[in-house]
């Protein structure tokens, strides 16, 4: 499925002391033993029981793990993730870094599998964005695609979307479609964020490739759907901009007709999945 990031686990178990675990150290004989499981709280989609098994086994090569569940699995309240084995002091010391990757990651994913069956039989389709935590995009990305949403680009060299500061920088709509035309590769895409009806006619007549609608109401998006359709029918259309995550907006937004609704929420602000190790 992915790559499991050693690197990224053994700097996390760094950073939380696992190595120095003065409390378990101090209270848990060296030779005691262990058998525990993580279990999810409540339903939703897992993902990172690869990386949390990874976890244990890199802080203590002894800790046996069985994953009960694939990743991108749909679980319900109470069900078991893992099954773990081995020198207590180990699970113990491991515990929370293993929790907080499946916990930022199955919340990715679950935040992301409501927004696309909020707006099932539409023909929208949900997208991340950047904004990610720093050194954890290829993760959190990751856990998009398999809630079921689709990545935007990776990053900045992955394909031109102009933004406002782009535009006013290159002097107007027009003249940064037409530098972005003459620069970029004849097989990437140019997307250009519009925010009013004038600045979509501008992006029209300079031949964008993908139109953004950027922070309009649902009023101004569907004129601006209307008016995309009729005078350009296969230029493909974003909204995007302070859109959230509730039912309500996303069917309205995905009912005017867009192709792509892109969301930073699925990564800046998805809640903690709740995860829990209990031993037996």
């Known amino acids: 499925m992915y790559k499991v990031p050693i690197e990224l686990i053994k700097r996390a178990l760094e950073e939380d002391g696992a190595y120095a675990d003065i409390t378990t150290l101090s209270t848990v004989p060296e030779q005691q033993w262990a058998q525990a499981r993580m279990l999810a709280r409540h339903a939703g989609v897992i993902v990172g029981v690869t990386i949390a098994a ?9 800790i046996g793990v069985e994953i009960l569940v694939p990743e991108g699995a749909s679980v319900q309240a109470g069900e078991s993730l893992l099954l ?21 990651l199955s919340g990715i994913a679950t935040l992301t599998s409501r ?9 929208a389709r ?36 102009i933004k406002d500061n782009h535009i006013k920088a290159a002097g107007g709509i027009a003249q940064a479609v037409s530098a972005a035309q003459k620069m970029a590769p004849h097989l990437l895409k140019i997307e ?17 490739d993908v139109v953004l609608l950027d922070n309009m109401d649902t009023e101004m998006m569907s ?18 901009g302070n859109i959230g995550s509730s039912q309500e907006r996303l069917v309205a937004v995905a009912a005017t007709g867009v192709d792509f609704i892109s969301l930073g929420a ?15």
């Open 54 to 62: 990874e976890t244990f086994r890199q802080l203590d090569t002894r």
């Open 84 to 104: 773990l084995s081995g020198p207590a002091r180990g699970i113990l010391s491991a515990e929370r870094v293993a929790l907080n990757f499946m916990g930022r």
């Open 115 to 123: 927004c696309v069956h909020a707006i099932e039989g539409t023909q």
């Open 126 to 161: 949900i997208l991340d964005t950047r904004k990610t935590t720093p050194g954890l995009r290829a993760l959190e990305k990751m856990a998009v695609q398999l809630g079921g949403g689709q990545n935007h680009r990776f990053g900045l060299n992955d394909g031109v979307l």
């Open 192 to 208: 250009i964020e519009c925010e009013t009806l004038a600045e979509v006619q501008q992006a029209l007549e300079a031949q964008a």
């Open 223 to 240: 004129r601006a759907v209307s008016l995309i359709r009729q005078r350009a029918p296969r230029v493909l259309i974003e909204a995007s």
């Open 266 to 280: 699925l990564t800046h602000s998805a809640p903690n999945f709740d995860i829990s190790l209990e031993f037996a």
